[in-house]
């Protein structure tokens, strides 16, 4: 059994933020962009599906919805807003596809509309353009590697007329570009044979549109300390997306996936957007997954604590309840992320604080400088409660009323003194 294979068998952490993001964001972006069109029509590719659902684990009956059954629910959802979401899944592995076929007819309500498609994405992105015509289109690339190669993402997705709406996510594996770069440094040990790393080196430059960033691996990686392929890899995603902005235009917004809070990112999720609003719209959605990936820790925390109570054994919680541990550890992690939201919220206030020095800051072009490092964690109800203080202070004008005009439309002014 390969581990590709046992990926379907359990869920992992770092599957609970992708889809935490997959349940939201593509909701939004169909309602958002269908907005004025006569037929309401959105086109869907998930172009590494897998089999629509994950193995059941334990006594449970069926398992875990995989990334085609979310969209099917996204299309289910905005089908009651007259709106069609249109899913075209692809995937290479003939026994997933089936599975994904019976899946889909088992599970998709009536009158949805979706193709499953069996090959190589490759083969069908021509299909999905014709398909989505002028339609806004929204994909999803999820391989257990390397993705289509960059000409081709480059020419295709990234290629379609600029008047139209197109927004990539791309779920690129760092932890790969880590690895992968070890066989240049000389630190990765594997059996693969020297025509195999050959090989597996070029269908990596062909993915990141060339060598270009086999140098800037090495460079990246000379301090040689730890973490520094770790390091070395992060720095291969940014020279990508500045690269798909010098050669298309697209600007990308980055969230990085662990498989717990302080490891190193395995996956860094990367959505290629051209519209203003997306930025806002995504880090909403992206901060509220990455709150239901916290609380999800914190479920595997509690469960591996609650395990190792042993009665022989004394230990903090030496009450004979299990129900009051729980309860004890709920509390805690409560407390923990109030704390968490107050820190986020003095953050967003300093930037605003310091970049409002030069300046009127709208807060949909400036979400960045808005926003620093709690971009993805933090969302609205933090940034109303950061200008909200800045306001008392006499910083900042107060904001409109969100009914008047939607946040992301304002604009933080200085107070002029
Ligand atoms: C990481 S899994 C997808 C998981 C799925 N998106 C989810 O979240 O439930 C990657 C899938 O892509 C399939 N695959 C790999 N290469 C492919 C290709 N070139 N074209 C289409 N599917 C491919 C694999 O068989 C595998 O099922």
Redesign the pocket.
């Given at each position: 059994m390969t581990a590709?294979d046992r990926?379907?068998q359990t869920k992992q952490a770092a599957?609970v933020l992708?889809?935490g993001i997959?349940a939201r964001y593509p909701t939004v972006f169909t309602t958002m962009t269908s907005v004025g069109r006569v037929d309401g029509r959105v086109v869907y590719l998930?172009?590494?599906?897998?089999?629509?659902?994950?193995e059941p684990e334990g006594d449970a009956a069926e398992g875990e919805?995989?990334?085609?059954?979310?969209a099917i629910r996204t299309a289910e959802t905005v089908k009651t807003w007259k709106r069609t979401l249109h899913c075209v899944f692809?995937?290479?592995?003939r026994t997933?596809a089936d599975n994904l076929r019976t899946v889909l007819a088992e599970d998709a309500g009536p009158g949805l509309s979706y193709e499953v498609l069996d090959?190589?994405?490759?083969?069908?992105v021509d299909h999905v353009l014709s398909v989505a015509g002028s339609s806004p289109l929204f994909a999803?690339l999820?391989?257990?590697?390397t993705?289509?190669p960059y000409a081709e993402l480059r020419h295709t997705l990234l290629g379609r007329d600029t008047r139209l709406i197109t927004e990539v996510l791309l779920?690129f594996n760092v932890h790969m570009v880590g690895r992968i770069g070890g066989y240049l440094t000389g630190d990765e040990e594997d059996e693969e044979t020297t025509g195999g790393r050959s090989a597996t080196l070029a269908r990596m430059d062909a993915f990141l549109g060339g060598p270009w960033w086999q140098d800037e691996f090495r460079n990246a990686r000379l301090s040689n300390d730890e973490g520094s392929a770790a390091r070395a890899a992060m720095h291969i995603v940014e020279q990508f997306r500045r690269k798909v902005h010098d050669d298309t235009g697209f600007q990308s917004f980055a969230v990085p996936i662990r498989r717990r809070p302080h490891h190193n990112p395995l996956f860094v999720m990367l959505l290629f957007y051209r519209h203003a609003a997306a930025p806002y719209m995504f880090n909403e959605s992206v901060s509220k997954a990455n709150e239901e990936w916290r609380h999800h820790q914190h479920n595997i925390e509690t469960a591996e604590l609650l395990e190792s109570l042993n009665d022989e054994q004394p230990n903090l919680f030496d009450v004979d309840d299990e129900g009051y541990t729980a309860r004890y550890l709920e509390e805690r992690v409560d407390k923990a992320e109030r704390k968490l939201e107050e820190e986020w919220i003095t953050l967003i206030a300093e930037n605003i604080r310091h970049h409002v020095k030069s300046g009127p800051l709208p807060v949909e072009a400036r979400l960045t400088d808005i926003h620093g490092t709690t971009l993805g964690l933090a969302r609205p109800m933090h940034l109303t409660r950061a200008w909200d203080r800045l306001a008392e202070e006499g910083v900042v004008e107060r904001r409109l009323p969100d009914k008047k005009l939607r946040m992301r439309r304002q604009t933080i002014y200085p107070v002029s003194r």
């Open positions: 590709n990926f379907f599957a992708k889809h997959l998930d172009g590494y599906a897998g089999p629509g659902r994950y919805p995989g990334s085609p059954l979310i692809v995937e290479r592995n997933y090959g190589d994405v490759q083969g069908h999803f999820d391989p257990f590697g993705a289509l779920n």
